[in-house]
């Protein structure tokens, strides 16, 4: 049996599928209308503003957390102190000392902490790990994210927050590193401190490197991860609505007669089938399938981890310089 708190725009989505997926016990809100309107669409649903009253329900076994990211890392820590696995949204935390914590709390507890990183469960983003993790784009040189845009312009959250951590759970799963380096610029043209376009460098130990252009202050719509590979390169681009991911089979080569000399190869560019699955859905049944004890039960939190300490360390390099 499990429980949601936060309904609002996203939380919607969360509910609609956890409601179809599994026995959903409770849903909590602190506002009156929202809880009205879950309450039509789920009558069978216990509604409450109370996380205490969700919290001590015996048969809650777990949580999903959906509400505003500052509240994120204590609605987390109280579920799984109360010995409840927790689905928690993107970032679980904004300090790295705090999802270390939530990890270990989560390990003690024998308990899952599933942050929700809804690209990692995007068949088109899996296809581009299969090919790197297959060797068939060859040795991996350089990994980039676009996510731009003209709006939605927030006014708390700025574009490595809003934006980034998309790009950088993915480029994190598919380097499968932890970034030595890590640089951000980015600037504040609409609200004070709160960047609208950022530019994120990071450097792995590897030998790999990264790059992020995030911003709502765009003409294009471009949502896209690039893989450059020694012997290919391979595009997730999210806004093709059938051809999501695109392999190029070309190359620099160095001819062994004419040494130093660097020359081009182009081959086929095809598109490889990518099914068409909810990637939410995807997402949903997972953390279902790990509190049911199949797969890494720490795996997840592990890779949230590294996601919420890239981005502190990208944020302390973006204050360098004053916005
Ligand atoms: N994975 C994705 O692609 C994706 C997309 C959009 C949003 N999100 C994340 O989902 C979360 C929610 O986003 P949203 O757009 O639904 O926000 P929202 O502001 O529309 O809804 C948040 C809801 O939480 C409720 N709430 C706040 N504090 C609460 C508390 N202490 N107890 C109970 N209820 C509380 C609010 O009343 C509101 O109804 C955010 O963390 C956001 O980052 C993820």
Redesign the pocket.
Same mark, same amino acid.
């Given at each position: 049996m499990i429980a949601q708190? &936060?309904? &609002?725009?996203? &939380?919607r989505n969360l509910a609609r599928n956890f409601h179809e997926l599994t026995e959903l016990a409770w849903l909590? @809100?602190? @506002?009156d209308e929202?809880r009205a309107e879950a309450q039509e669409r789920y009558p069978a649903v216990r509604l409450t503003a109370s996380?205490d009253e969700v919290l001590s329900d015996p048969a809650v076994e777990a949580v999903v957390v959906? $509400?505003?990211?500052p $509240?994120?890392y204590e609605?987390a820590r109280r579920t799984l102190e109360a010995d409840k696995h927790v689905f928690v949204?993107?970032p679980p935390a904004m300090r790295g000392a705090e999802m270390e914590e939530l990890c270990e709390l989560a390990e003690e507890r024998g308990r899952i902490l599933m942050p &929700?990183h809804?690209l990692l469960y995007h068949p088109g983003v899996s296809k581009l790990k299969e090919l790197v993790d297959s060797g068939d784009l060859g040795d991996v040189l350089c990994v980039y994210g676009n996510r731009q845009n003209l709006g939605t312009i927030r006014t708390h959250e700025n574009a490595l927050w809003s934006l980034g951590v998309h790009d950088l759970s993915v480029l994190l799963f598919l380097i499968d590193e932890e970034p030595t380096e890590l640089w951000a610029h980015g600037h504040a043209f609409l609200n004070p401190r709160v960047e609208d376009i950022v530019f994120c460098y990071l450097r792995f130990p590897s030998g790999k490197i990264a790059h992020l252009h995030l911003s709502w202050l765009d003409p294009h719509k471009i949502r896209r991860i690039t893989v450059v590979g020694r012997d290919k390169m391979a595009v997730f681009d999210d806004m093709e609505p059938e051809r999501k991911v695109t392999v190029y089979d070309k190359a620099p080569e160095e001819p062994t007669t004419t040494y130093g000399e660097w020359k081009t190869r182009t081959g086929d560019i095809y598109s490889p089938k990518v099914p068409t699955t909810e990637p939410l859905r995807l997402e949903c049944e997972h953390f279902l399938r790990l509190i049911a004890g199949d797969g890494d039960p720490m795996r997840a939190a592990r890779d949230g981890l590294v996601v919420v300490r890239a981005l502190e360390h990208l944020q302390a390099s973006l204050e360098t310089v004053p916005a």
């Amino acid at each position: 049996m499990i429980a949601q708190v &936060g309904l &609002g725009q996203w &939380g919607r989505n969360l509910a609609r599928n956890f409601h179809e997926l599994t026995e959903l016990a409770w849903l909590c @809100d602190i @506002d009156d209308e929202r809880r009205a309107e879950a309450q039509e669409r789920y009558p069978a649903v216990r509604l409450t503003a109370s996380f205490d009253e969700v919290l001590s329900d015996p048969a809650v076994e777990a949580v999903v957390v959906a $509400t505003p990211v500052p $509240t994120h890392y204590e609605l987390a820590r109280r579920t799984l102190e109360a010995d409840k696995h927790v689905f928690v949204e993107k970032p679980p935390a904004m300090r790295g000392a705090e999802m270390e914590e939530l990890c270990e709390l989560a390990e003690e507890r024998g308990r899952i902490l599933m942050p &929700g990183h809804l690209l990692l469960y995007h068949p088109g983003v899996s296809k581009l790990k299969e090919l790197v993790d297959s060797g068939d784009l060859g040795d991996v040189l350089c990994v980039y994210g676009n996510r731009q845009n003209l709006g939605t312009i927030r006014t708390h959250e700025n574009a490595l927050w809003s934006l980034g951590v998309h790009d950088l759970s993915v480029l994190l799963f598919l380097i499968d590193e932890e970034p030595t380096e890590l640089w951000a610029h980015g600037h504040a043209f609409l609200n004070p401190r709160v960047e609208d376009i950022v530019f994120c460098y990071l450097r792995f130990p590897s030998g790999k490197i990264a790059h992020l252009h995030l911003s709502w202050l765009d003409p294009h719509k471009i949502r896209r991860i690039t893989v450059v590979g020694r012997d290919k390169m391979a595009v997730f681009d999210d806004m093709e609505p059938e051809r999501k991911v695109t392999v190029y089979d070309k190359a620099p080569e160095e001819p062994t007669t004419t040494y130093g000399e660097w020359k081009t190869r182009t081959g086929d560019i095809y598109s490889p089938k990518v099914p068409t699955t909810e990637p939410l859905r995807l997402e949903c049944e997972h953390f279902l399938r790990l509190i049911a004890g199949d797969g890494d039960p720490m795996r997840a939190a592990r890779d949230g981890l590294v996601v919420v300490r890239a981005l502190e360390h990208l944020q302390a390099s973006l204050e360098t310089v004053p916005a």
